[in-house]
């Protein structure tokens, strides 16, 4: 089982949906966690980070469930420029080695 | 404030070669990671760089090495290039080692190994 999964979509969806992604983690012993944003044949961007009581940026919301090892990003009202690739990031224990799941695909359409 | 730059932007490498990629980091910061991307996944954490040392490493063989220079600059190293070497390659600075959420990427170097 890999450490950090995610389904690659795409997930297609019309401007003003709400989609939501969830990334699952292996090791019960991650302890930080992040959401990261890459456009086509660019460099990924922080989006942002997961905190235990989950927290918003937005029409961004992120949760973390430890119980059941996942992290999940919910997009209100999507924009055609939402449309990129979103990456989760999990770091376990004091390593501070960043683990990428392979992404999560959106297309937003008019 | 110049962000984190590569060089080269692409390259194109035959079986068996070495090649040298180069990172200079975003103003301030003092730590350089190393990625490597492959078509349709995340990035993979090389290692990390940091007072001119290694600190961290992922899974990569020896094959790959680096260096970090006074300045903080840094370049990533590959000999004996593999066809499983062709991806993008991601250079990415933070303020310190465990900062992530100060981690700038720049815009990467693809490699084409033939």
């Known amino acids: 089982r890999k450490e950090v999964e995610q389904d690659p979509g795409p997930f297609n969806v019309p401007e003003g949906a709400t989609v939501a992604f969830n990334c699952t983690y292996s090791?019960?012993?991650?302890?930080?966690f992040f959401w990261y944003r890459q456009d086509c044949r660019k460099e990924p961007k922080l989006l942002m980070s997961?905190?235990?009581s989950g927290n918003e940026d937005g029409r961004f919301t992120a949760q973390l469930n430890r119980a059941s090892q996942y992290i999940s990003l919910l997009i209100r009202d999507s924009k055609l420029s939402d449309s990129a690739t979103y990456l989760c990031?999990?770091?376990?224990?004091?390593?501070?080695?960043?683990?990428f799941g392979r992404g999560t695909s959106l297309i937003v359409h008019p | 404030d110049a962000g984190v730059t590569q060089s080269p932007t692409h390259l194109i490498k035959t079986r068996g070669q070495q090649v040298t990629l180069r990172c200079s980091p975003k103003?301030?910061?003092?730590?350089v990671s190393w990625y490597q991307q492959a078509l349709g996944q995340g990035p993979q954490f090389i290692f990390q760089?940091?007072?001119?040392?290694?600190?961290q490493r992922g899974n990569f063989p020896d094959r790959f090495s680096g260096h970090q220079f006074p300045n903080y600059s840094s370049e990533l190293n590959v000999n004996a290039l593999l066809l499983g070497d062709s991806a993008l390659y991601l250079c990415?600075?933070?303020?310190?080692?465990?900062?992530?959420?100060?981690?700038?990427f720049g815009p990467g170097t693809r490699l084409t190994v033939l």
């Open positions: 990415a600075s933070s303020q310190t080692p465990g900062r992530i959420d100060t981690q700038y």
């Open positions: 090791n019960s012993a991650s302890q930080s």
């Open positions: 990031v999990v770091i376990t224990g004091g390593s501070y080695i960043p683990t």
């Open positions: 997961v905190y235990s």
């Open positions: 760089y940091y007072e001119e040392e290694e600190r």
């Open positions: 103003s301030g910061h003092d730590t």
